[in-house]
């Protein structure tokens, strides 16, 4: 079975700095997709940005972007120029192809606070 | 506007009574899902429909059942409600852009008590 971790629960950053969030995840799959979500005060899930395994090319979204590293299993998202709106519980999910069902497996999540 | 609604917003219950939650989607979505999530934990899989007319277990569908009512609405019954069963409940829907999968839309949650 698919596993998604996020080892830190907690993470903080000065409103301007850069960020950077861990998620590993473990599969036997080749083909598949990760995605971070971004969960607010209002619980709303938004997402915040999606990476197909295969493409190489690490995915952007204005001043979200990813570092995936297919070998490692590994799926960072890095937060450049941080805003007080970007405080919120992160969630690394993962989604394989049909034989998954097409479930989608979270990790725990990381909890960002944004410093004024 | 385009997404998936949900309801009711907030639900207290009492052991043992009953209720379902109701979710449509818009999008024409072949595939909709159940999950819920408790403190400090993401999102866990209770019932999935892949397509009108199919229904999934997931990873926790004890205490639950689901009903793909037509292709825009998927509900959640609790029979008989426990205090474990207090959590917020999402539903959401996935579909494809250009024949690949794109990803999932989720409402904006219930939060049930089970008192």
């Known amino acids: 079975a698919q596993t998604v971790t996020q080892s830190q629960p907690e993470m903080s950053v000065q409103e301007a700095e850069t960020v950077t969030l861990s998620c590993t995840y473990d599969?036997?799959?080749?083909?598949?997709?990760l995605f971070w979500y971004k969960q607010p005060p209002s619980r709303q899930m938004i997402l915040v940005i999606r990476?197909?395994?295969?493409?190489?090319q690490n995915a952007t979204e204005n001043r979200f972007s990813v570092n995936f590293q297919k070998a490692a299993k590994s799926f960072s998202l890095k937060i450049s120029d941080s805003q007080l709106g970007d405080a919120a519980m992160y969630f690394c999910?993962?989604?394989?192809?049909?034989?998954?069902?097409?479930?989608?497996?979270f990790g725990e999540g990381t909890q960002l606070t944004v410093n004024p | 506007n385009a997404g998936v609604t949900q309801t009711p917003k907030f639900q207290v219950l009492k052991t043992g009574q009953s209720m379902t939650l109701q979710c449509a989607q818009d999008m024409n979505h072949n595939s909709m899902y159940w999950y819920r999530q408790d403190p400090g934990m993401g999102l866990r899989l209770i019932y999935y429909s892949a397509s009108e007319g199919t229904t999934d277990k997931g990873e926790v569908p004890n205490g639950y059942n689901v009903s793909r009512l037509n292709k825009r609405e998927f509900s959640l019954r609790l029979e008989s409600a426990a205090p474990s069963q207090t959590s917020v409940y999402f539903c959401?829907?996935?579909?494809?852009?250009?024949?690949?999968?794109?990803?999932?839309?989720f409402g904006s949650g219930t939060r049930l008590t089970v008192v």
């Open positions: 959401a829907s996935s579909g494809t852009r250009g024949g690949r999968f794109y990803g999932y839309t």
């Open positions: 599969t036997s799959e080749s083909d598949y997709y």
């Open positions: 990476q197909e395994a295969y493409k190489q």
């Open positions: 999910a993962y989604r394989g192809q049909e034989t998954s069902g097409s479930r989608l497996t």
